[in-house]
Structure formats: C-alpha cells, structure tokens
C-alpha cells in the first residue's frame, strides 16, 4: 500500500517561514512528478508548486519567489520551503505524486493527508 505521509505546517506569523516534508512509503517502482497543492475554506485546490524526477519546477504566480520545492530522489520525498509567508497562504497544505507500482502499470496519483498552514499574527 501507498502512502504519503506529510510533516511540517502549523502557525507562523506573516513575513515568517516554514518547511514542509512529504514522503511516499509502500511498495511501488518509480516515483515521477510531485508536487503540492492548497485548499483555503471555501476555495477550490489549486496547483502550489511542482517538481518532475528530473528536477524542473513549475509554481504558481502567487508564491514565486517565496516558495522552493526540492526533492530527494533517493528517500522519495518532496519538501515545500515557504518564506515571507502572508495570511493568504493559510491553507491545507496537500502532497501529490505520480506513483508507478510496476512495470506494465500506468501510474497513479496519489494525495497525502493534508497539513494545515496558519499565517497569523
């Protein structure tokens, strides 16, 4: 079984920092794009960041330049470096990756649990 399992998150105060970790344990062949996502209350998810094996990224207008993504290939996780955090950040926080089982499988997405990030004074 497949799971990503999240860490980090939390209260901050605005201009403050924080790191979250996301790592995918279980049984499986490959690990491919990763990436994070957020939900605030009453808004849709959206997109935050994201990180292919290789290395590129992509982020959203809304945090470039405040947030780092990275990944270590070798434990099969994917961090989230937020900075000069706002209150518009809070949100949950949700790991996704693109996960192969085996060979001959295609791959499938997988969600963490969701931690939440508070930005508040």
């Known amino acids: 079984q497949v799971r990503l399992v999240e860490s980090g998150g939390g209260l901050v105060q605005p201009g403050g920092s924080m790191k979250l970790s996301c790592a995918a344990s279980?049984?499986?062949?490959?690990?491919?794009?990763m990436g994070w996502y957020r939900q605030a209350p009453g808004k849709q998810r959206e997109l935050v960041a994201s990180i292919t094996s290789g290395g590129s990224t992509n982020y959203a207008d809304s945090v470039k330049g405040r947030f780092t993504i990275s990944r270590d290939n070798a434990k099969n996780t994917v961090y989230l470096q937020l900075n000069s955090l706002k209150p518009e950040d809070t949100a949950v926080y949700y790991c996704?990756?693109?996960?192969?089982?085996?060979?001959?499988?295609?791959?499938?997405?997988?969600w963490g649990q969701g931690t939440q990030v508070t930005v508040s004074s």
């Open positions: 996704n990756a693109a996960i192969k089982l085996r060979i001959g499988v295609t791959s499938y997405n997988y």
């Open positions: 279980g049984t499986f062949l490959s690990v491919y794009d």
